[in-house]
C-alpha cells in the first residue's frame, strides 16, 4: 500500500479529480480484478456504439462488453462484426520445414455440384470468405466464388465414426435436411491475424487440415469439448486471415502476424513443440545429485561448445579424415579447458568434477545405446543374415550407424572407448557396417542428428553457425537467454563460458574467430562496456547508417558509411565514427538485434522489457523446479518473452526449455483445462475466496474477471468497496503493442 506506484495511480480519483482519466495497461491485471476492484461494473452494447449509449450497471446479465474493461482482440472481433472479408490459409508455424512453403495450404471452395464441400489449393486459387456478424464472435460465413455466394454450413455425421463436415450451398438450394445456414465462433485467442473457426452445431467441431497416409491433404474437422476462449485447444489447425477487408478497406498490409501465449501452448501436442523440456538434463541432475544444477548445467553448456566447435571446424573431408581431425582436436580442447578451470580453483568458475560428471554421462549413454545396437547384431548374424543388406533390417542398420556416429563423435581417447575397442563384436559389427557403406560421407549424414539429441548441443550449433556477415556486410546471429539462480551461480556461469571462448580461440588449427558474446545481467551491469569487449563484433553492430538523433531536432545524422576514428583503441569514444557518433548505440536488449550471444540474466528481462528479433532461445531449465509455487502472473510475464510479431516470409519463433515439474504441470493440463485453471494462484496479492452463493454480480463479472478471488491483506485493494469512475483497464497479450498504444494516446 506504501509503494509510490499505488499511491500513484490511486491518488487521481474522480471524487477530486474529475477531468482526469487513468488507463492501465497491462498483460497480467490479476490483482486488479478481484472482488474488490476499483474498476466499475458497466456494460454496453456494441450495436450502440455511435449512437446513444444504454449503459448498465451491475445488475446487466451477460450479453454485451464491459466500458471499463477491454482486452485488445476486442479491436479485430469488431472488424469481423462488422462484416469483412478474407482469404484462409494454415499458419506455416504449425509445420516443420516450412522454409518453402510446402506445408502451407489455402482454403478453397470445390465447385461442380449443388453441395460443395472445402478443399485445400494453391494461393491463385484460394476462396474469398465473407462473415455477417451476429454478436460476441459468432458469425455466419459465406463463400465468394463464380457461381455467386454460397452459405457454408455443418453436415451432421450419420455414424459415430464420421466426422462432421463443413459444406456450402447456394441460397437457392432446398434441402428438407439442411436449409439453414451455420453459425460459427471466430476463436481470436492465439494473436493477431490468426483464428481458429469452430462450428456451433449440435456437434461442436473445429475447422482444421489433416495430412492423412500417402500424403493425401483434407480439410476436415476436429471434435473438441471446449470450455472457454482461453482453453489450450489440441490438434487445432490455426489459420491466417490474407487480404483481410473491413467495408472494403484492406486490414494488416505489413506481412505480419502475432503469435500469443494460446498459440504456444497450441504446439504443445505438436512434434515442432515451442515448449519443450529436456529429459536428458533432468536425468543428469537426477544421477548427480551432489552438484548443483546451476554448475550442472554451466558444465553442459561448456562441453558441447567444445563438441560443436570441433565438429563443424572436421566436417570439411570425407568421413574418415573427418573423425580423425573432430577427435583429436576435442580431446586437446578438453585437455587445455581443464587445465583453465583447474587454475581457477573452483572459485570463479565451476570445478573440474562437474565438468567430468557431464563427459562422464554422456559417455554411459553412448555406451549402452552402442551395446543394445550390439545385441541386435549378434542376434542377426546368429539367423544367418547380413544386417545391413536386409531390405527389413534397413531401420536397423540406420540405428546402428546413429549408435557409431555417436561413438566417434563424443568419445575420445577415454575408458569407454578402450573397452568398445576391445570387443570383438564391435570390432565385426563395424567391420561389416563399413563394408556396406558405398558413401565416404557417411559420418556426415548422421552427426547432426546427434547433436540434435541434446537441446544444449543444438543450442551451440545454432549459436555457432548462424552468426556470420551478410552479403551487405553487416552481422548476423542468434541470442540464446539463460536464467539462473542468483548473483554467485551467474557469475560462475560466465566465467566457465569466458573459459570455453578462449580455449575454442587460441586453438589455431579451428580456425575459430569470436563467434559469439557472453553477456550478463544480474542488475546495475551495463551492456555497452560488454559488448565493447568483443571488438569485432561490435565494430561490426557499428555498421550501417548512423542512428544518432540531435536532441534539439531530432533530426538523424546523414552519415551511411561508419569509418571508425582509432582503430587501435578499446574506449568507448574509439569507436565513433568521423562523423563524431557512435552509428549504433547498446544500452537495452532490443538494441542487441542481431549480435550472436549467451544473455545470462539473474531476476531481469521480464515485465516491460523487449527481446529483440534475434532472440530465439529462452533456457528456463534451472526454474521453477517447484511448479506449485508458481503464479499465473509470473507464468504470462516469463513466458510472454516468447510472444512476437513474425515475418510470414521470414520465420524465426523462440522456443522455451523448461523444468520437468512445470512442463509435467502444463502438459498434464493441456487437454482438459484452460491457461487460467492451471491450479495455481493468479498473483500472490490475491487470495481465493470460500464458497459464495451465485449471485447477480458473477453473472456479469466474465472471463477477464476474478470473481472467486479477493484482495490479499497486502495489497492496495484489501476490503476495497469503492468505485472510480475514471479508470480504464486494457488488457493485452506480452509483446504485443501496449507500449505504443498508451503513447499513441
Not at 106 to 133: D, H, M, N, P, V
Not at 303 to 330: E, F, G, P, Q, W
Not at 464 to 478: P, W, Y
Request: proline share 3%; charged share 25%.
Amino acid at each position: 500500500e506504501t509503494k509510490a506506484h499505488n499511491r500513484l495511480i490511486n491518488y487521481w480519483n474522480h471524487d477530486t479529480h474529475k477531468n482526469v482519466i487513468v488507463l492501465q495497461v497491462s498483460a497480467t491485471p490479476y490483482n486488479l480484478l478481484t472482488v474488490n476492484s476499483r474498476l466499475p461494473v458497466m456494460h454496453y452494447s456494441p450495436r450502440l456504439l455511435g449512437a446513444e449509449a444504454d449503459l448498465t450497471s451491475e445488475s446487466l446479465v451477460c450479453g454485451s462488453q464491459e466500458l471499463h474493461l477491454a482486452h485488445w482482440s476486442e479491436v479485430d472481433m469488431a472488424r469481423l462484426q462488422t462484416g469483412a472479408t478474407f482469404k484462409l490459409k494454415t499458419c506455416p508455424l504449425n509445420n516443420k520445414n516450412n522454409d518453402d512453403g510446402r506445408n502451407v495450404f489455402w482454403i478453397q471452395l470445390a465447385t461442380g455440384s449443388a453441395k460443395s464441400y472445402l478443399k485445400t489449393c494453391q494461393e491463385e486459387e484460394a476462396t474469398l470468405f465473407s462473415t455477417r456478424g451476429l454478436g460476441r464472435g459468432f458469425t455466419k460465413i459465406n463463400a465468394e466464388d463464380s457461381e455467386g455466394s454460397k452459405r457454408l454450413y455443418v453436415e451432421k455425421p450419420k455414424t459415430r465414426r464420421d466426422r462432421p463436415r463443413i459444406l456450402a450451398y447456394p441460397p437457392d438450394f432446398s434441402d428438407d435436411l439442411q436449409n439453414v445456414q451455420s453459425t460459427f465462433e471466430m476463436v481470436l485467442d492465439f494473436g493477431v491475424g490468426l483464428v481458429a473457426i469452430r462450428s456451433c452445431t449440435d456437434v461442436s467441431s473445429y475447422l482444421t487440415v489433416n495430412i492423412e497416409r500417402g500424403g493425401a491433404v483434407v480439410v476436415d474437422t476436429a471434435q473438441i469439448a471446449i470450455k472457454d476462449l482461453t482453453k489450450l485447444m489440441p490438434k487445432i489447425h490455426v489459420f491466417q486471415l490474407e487480404q483481410l477487408c473491413v467495408k472494403g478497406f484492406r486490414q494488416y498490409d505489413k506481412p505480419k502476424t502475432y503469435l500469443s501465449l494460446n498459440y504456444y501452448f497450441n504446439t504443445m501436442n505438436q512434434d515442432n513443440s515451442q515448449i519443450r523440456e529436456d529429459c536428458y538434463f533432468q536425468d543428469m541432475c537426477e544421477t548427480n545429485k551432489e552438484i548443483i544444477s546451476d554448475e550442472l548445467l554451466a558444465a553442459d553448456y561448456a562441453y558441447n561448445m567444445l563438441l560443436v566447435t570441433s565438429a563443424v571446424a572436421s566436417m570439411n573431408s570425407a568421413s574418415d579424415s573427418a573423425i580423425k581431425n573432430h577427435r583429436k582436436h576435442l580431446e586437446k580442447l578438453t585437455d587445455v579447458f581443464l587445465e583453465a578451470l583447474e587454475s581457477e580453483e573452483g572459485n570463479n568458475a565451476i570445478k573440474k568434477a562437474d565438468f567430468l560428471s557431464v563427459t562422464q554421462a554422456m559417455s554411459d549413454k553412448i555406451v549402452k545405446d552402442m551395446k543394445r545396437s550390439l545385441d541386435w547384431f549378434s542376434k542377426s548374424r546368429r539367423a544367418h543374415l547380413n544386417p545391413f543388406k536386409e531390405e527389413q533390417e534397413r531401420d536397423l542398420k540406420t540405428d546402428f550407424a546413429s549408435s557409431l556416429a555417436a561413438v566417434y563423435l563424443h568419445l575420445t581417447v577415454s575408458n569407454e572407448s578402450l573397452a568398445l575397442a576391445s570387443d570383438s563384436r564391435y570390432k565385426k559389427a563395424v567391420k561389416v557396417f563399413r563394408k556396406s557403406q558405398t558413401s565416404q560421407n557417411w559420418f556426415e549424414q548422421y552427426w547432426r542428428d546427434i547433436i540434435n539429441e541434446s537441446e544444449t548441443a543444438q543450442i551451440m550449433l545454432d549459436l555457432v553457425e548462424s552468426s556470420c556477415i551478410t552479403d551487405s556486410g553487416h552481422l548476423q546471429g542468434r541470442m540464446k537467454i539463460l536464467r539462473v539462480h542468483g548473483e554467485k551461480h551467474g557469475k560462475k556461469f560466465c566465467r566457465t563460458m569466458e573459459i570455453v571462448l578462449t580455449t575454442v580461440q587460441e586453438s589455431p588449427k579451428l580456425g575459430v574467430t569470436s563467434r559469439f558474446a557472453i553477456l550478463r545481467d544480474f542488475g546495475g551491469e551495463k551492456l555497452e562496456p560488454q559488448v565493447r569487449k568483443y571488438k569485432e563484433l561490435y565494430t561490426q553492430l557499428q555498421k550501417g547508417r548512423c542512428e544518432y538523433r540531435a536532441s534539439e531536432n531530432l533530426e538523424q545524422c546523414t552519415c551511411t558509411n561508419y569509418r571508425r576514428q582509432n582503430p587501435s583503441g578499446r574506449s568507448q569514444q574509439s569507436f565513433k565514427c568521423k562523423c563524431g557518433h557512435l552509428h549504433h548505440v547498446v544500452d537495452q536488449y532490443e538494441t542487441l538485434a542481431n549480435l550472436p550471444c549467451i544473455l545470462i540474466l539473474v531476476d531481469k528481462g521480464r515485465m516491460g522489457d523487449t527481446f529483440p528479433y534475434s532472440f530465439n532461445c529462452l533456457d528456463l531449465r534451472l526454474m521453477h523446479s517447484n511448479a506449485s509455487s508458481v503464479r499465473l502472473s509470473t507464468l504470462v510475464q516469463e513466458l510472454g518473452r516468447l510472444c512476437r510479431y513474425v515475418d510470414n516470409r521470414n520465420v524465426v519463433v523462440p522456443y522455451v526449455l523448461l523444468g520437468k515439474s512445470l512442463f509435467e504441470k502444463l502438459r498434464d493440463h493441456e487437454q482438459e483445462c484452460s491457461l487460467f485453471s492451471l491450479g495455481v494462484v493468479p498473483d500472490h496479492y490475491m487470495v481465493k475466496r470460500r464458497a459464495v452463493r451465485p449471485d447477480a454480480r458473477l453473472k456479469i463479472t466474465g472471463s477477464l474477471r476474478w470473481s472467486t478471488y479477493r484482495a490479499s491483506d497486502n495489497s492496495y485493494d484489501s476490503e476495497n468497496t469503492k468505485r472510480h469512475k475514471n479508470r480504464l483497464l486494457l488488457q493485452a497479450e506480452p509483446q504485443i503493442g501496449k507500449t505504443g498504444a498508451y503513447l499513441y494516446l
